[in-house]
Each structure stands twice: as C-alpha cells, then as structure tokens.
C-alpha cells in the first residue's frame, strides 16, 4: 500500500523559512517522480515543483521559483520542499504527491503551513 | 486564476448525472492526452479517479467516466449517490517545465 506521510508544517513569521518532509512507503521510490502540490484555505490545488526519480531533474512553478528547492534523498525514501523567504500568500496545506509517469497517483494527507506575524 | 476553467459548481438528484467541463488551452489539454480527474471531500487529500483522460483506476466506480475534445476535457458521473457529494479537480500535463496544471476546482452537490 503507497503511504506518504508530511510533516515539519507549522506557522511561521513572514520572511522566514521551513522545511516539509515526506516520508513514503509501499512503492520503489526511486522510480518514480515527486510533486508538491498546495492548496490555499478555501481555493484549489496549485503544482508547485516536481522532482525526477533519481534527482536529476527538478521543475518548480514561477510563483515558488528561486523561494522554494525540492530535493529527495532515495536511501531513506523522503521528500523535501525547503521554503525561504515565506510570504503571507504561502499559507497552504501542502500536499506530497507520487507521479506514475502519466498522472499524479497517490496524496499524503497534507501538513498544514500558516505564515503570519 | 486556475490555468483550467471549470464551473465553481454542479448539481443534482440521486441517480441523475452529471457532466463537470474543464477548459484549457492547445498547450495543455489539447496538446497531452494526460488529463486527470481528482475528488476531495472535505478536509481530505484529493483522490485520483481518472487518467490518461478516460481510465479508471483500480476500485474507482463505473460510474465516473471522461472524456476530451480538443482543449477541453468532461467528467461524467452518473446513477448520483449522497457520497459522491464533493470537489472535483481537473488536471493536465502542460509540458516539462509547467509540469501539472489544475482547474480551479467544482463543488458537486447532491440534492
């Protein structure tokens, strides 16, 4: 069974930075690509960044472009998303997702981010 | 705004269908037959339901079916039942560097 599990979400000042995790289970993960996926409170899902299985290739929307890095670390089968320089505008459950190749397949159950002062 | 353009809402009576529109471009649905479909309920992670724009994964009901036309793409449901009652997401390959592109999401109730 594909499990992943986020967490390092939590609220933090503007300007600030956090790093998400995601640990995934029930599949061979360095075979496949990784997506961070977020949804604003009350809005849709937004892509955010992709990265290939072996971390060769890595893709990230313009509005996170230069703020937000992916990375993956394939011996211990997680994800990351580290954040700089937050804006109010982050505040966002942010979701790990597994691509399959054609599709985005499997979803964490989110972690929940809140940038304030 | 969503890069796909879907209705804000739906809806209908149990055992009624229905058909969800989402609406791209010719460098997103009509370029990639790589649409998907999600469901989320509330307070839940999306669940995928279609891909490649009209296969159903293992254990999604017959019931939701898809299809695509040149830059846009339909979610069907069909025989309604009080649990299909939720948000539905269209998505789709938009190239290497954009990657996934979402609709801003359609709220289906069921009457």
């Known amino acids: 069974e594909v499990q992943l599990v986020e967490s390092g979400g939590g609220l933090v000042q503007p300007g600030g930075s956090l790093r998400l995790s995601c640990v995934a289970s029930g599949f061979t993960f360095s075979n496949y690509a990784m997506t961070w996926v977020r949804q604003a409170p009350g809005k849709g899902l937004e892509w955010l960044s992709t990265?290939?299985?072996?971390?060769?290739?890595?893709y990230n929307a313009d509005s996170v472009g230069g703020r937000f890095t992916i990375s993956r670390d394939n011996f211990r089968n997680v994800l990351h998303l580290q954040m700089d320089r937050l804006r109010v505008d982050d505040t966002a459950v942010y979701y790990c997702?597994?691509?399959?190749?054609?599709?985005?397949?499997?979803w964490g159950q989110g972690t929940p981010v809140t940038v304030s002062s | 705004q969503s890069a796909l353009t879907q209705p804000a809402s739906v809806s209908g009576s149990p055992g009624q269908s229905i058909t969800i529109s989402c609406a791209g471009t010719s460098s997103d649905i009509g370029n990639y037959n790589l649409v998907s479909w999600f469901q989320q309920h509330p307070g839940r992670a999306p669940k995928l339901i279609i891909y490649e724009f009209n296969k159903r994964p293992s254990g999604i009901s017959d019931r939701f079916s898809a299809s695509k036309s040149g830059n846009t793409a339909s979610l069907t449901v069909s025989g309604l039942q009080a649990e299909d009652e939720a948000d539905y997401y269209c998505c789709s390959y938009a190239g290497r560097s954009t990657r996934w592109v979402f609709g801003g999401g359609t709220k289906l109730t069921v009457l």
């Open positions: 990265i290939s299985g072996n971390a060769a290739g890595t």
């Open positions: 997702a597994k691509e399959s190749g054609t599709s985005i397949d499997y």
